[in-house]
């Protein structure tokens, strides 16, 4: 395959982006790519909202949607051909008027990003050990997170540790960091105390 700079297309850029409800389909289809009990099977979200069964995985990471024809990464499922996933997902940083809308309605639906793919997550069951049902998480072996501050959980035994007040409170041991150390920044703040004049007695 030929290198292409062309920067995306508009018409590729405007399917990924337009209006919320769009996201919310394309999030729901890629929530349920998230099929635990069939791990060897690949599959990739297409933005026009087709889902492909993986079978080839084109030069440079693309795969053919069978729907709108266009060429989907397979890491970040996005249509970028001809850039990577970093310069697309910088540029759509920079130009997704939808961003707003779409952060009001992550924040309204709790949802967190996946520290790793950046992937939408909802909480399961109001559990704070979060697992990222992206593709590209799921084949990169499998991300779990903290609901509370987001980090990158690495054992399965954190799902307890991690969460010192139990894994459904809003509280986890980063946040006891951070208030500890606030605290702590606090009480260095407060005036010293004067030392007491020595008795007189
Ligand atoms: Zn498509
Ligand atoms: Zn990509
Ligand atoms: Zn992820
Ligand atoms: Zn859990
Ligand atoms: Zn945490």
Known sequence: MPKCSCPVSDHQ????????????RFLETRA?????????????????????????????????CPSCKEKVC??????????????YWQWRKENDTSDKAFEELMSSEGWRNCPVCQAPCSRASG?????????????????NFCYVCGEKLM????????????????????KRKASMSQLLQEF??????????????
């Open 155 to 174: 054992l399965a035994t954190e799902h307890f540790t991690h969460f010192p007040d139990g894994m459904f409170s809003d509280y986890c041991l980063n």
């Open 127 to 143: 559990c704070n050990y979060m697992t990222c049902g992206s593709m590209a998480c799921r084949n990169a072996g499998g991300t």
């Open 74 to 87: 397979f890491k970040c499922q996005e249509r970028h051909e001809g850039s990577s996933c970093a310069a």
């Open 32 to 64: 349920e790519l998230y099929r635990p009990d069939c791990p060897n099977e690949r599959k990739c979200a297409c933005p026009c909202g087709e889902v492909i069964i993986v079978e080839t995985v084109e030069d440079e990471g693309f795969v053919t």
């Open 13 to 24: 850029v405007r399917g990924a982006v337009e209006g919320s409800d769009l996201w919310t």
């Open 188 to 201: 260095t703040r407060l005036p010293i105390a004067a030392p007491r004049p020595r008795s007189m007695w």
